[in-house]
């Protein structure tokens, strides 16, 4: 069964950091992508990390809000995608999600493989 699991969600201060952690049940996926849902607002794209064709070199990509201030990482070995996020602000409050599969982009309708999302609080 594939099973995609976040973690490291939490409340932290303006200005702060967080890293969440999205572990993958199996290694099958060629893209990771990070999305963050607010209450009320669609699901919005955050992140997202592609292996090259070789399998040698990670490709990554960011949503203009956050480039600059969060970083996404992957570990092949461990089956574990990382997003480092720092001066995070008080409207990135949201529930922030994994999603996988063999190709996709920056649209969540490309993924089929989700967490269960992770809370994350910024306080003003």
């Known amino acids: 069964q594939v099973q995609l699991v976040e973690s490291g969600g939490g409340l932290v201060q303006a200005g702060g950091s967080l890293r969440l952690s999205c572990a993958a049940s199996?290694?099958?996926?060629?893209?990771f992508a990070w999305f963050r849902q607010a209450p009320g607002q669609e699901r919005e794209f955050v992140a997202r990390?592609?292996?090259?064709?070789?399998?040698?070199?990670?490709?990554?990509d960011y949503a203009e809000s956050v480039k600059g201030r969060f970083t996404i990482s992957r570990y092949n070995s461990k089956n574990m995608v990382y997003l480092q996020m720092d001066s995070l602000q008080p409207e990135e409050t949201a529930v922030y999600y994994c999603?996988?599969?063999?190709?996709?982009?920056?649209?969540?309708?490309?993924?089929?493989?989700w967490g269960q999302g992770t809370q994350v609080t910024v306080s003003s």
């Open positions: 999603a996988a599969d063999v190709d996709g982009w920056r649209t969540a309708s490309e993924y089929n493989y």
């Open positions: 990390t592609r292996w090259s064709d070789g399998g040698d070199i990670s490709y990554s």
């Open positions: 199996v290694r099958i996926f060629e893209v």
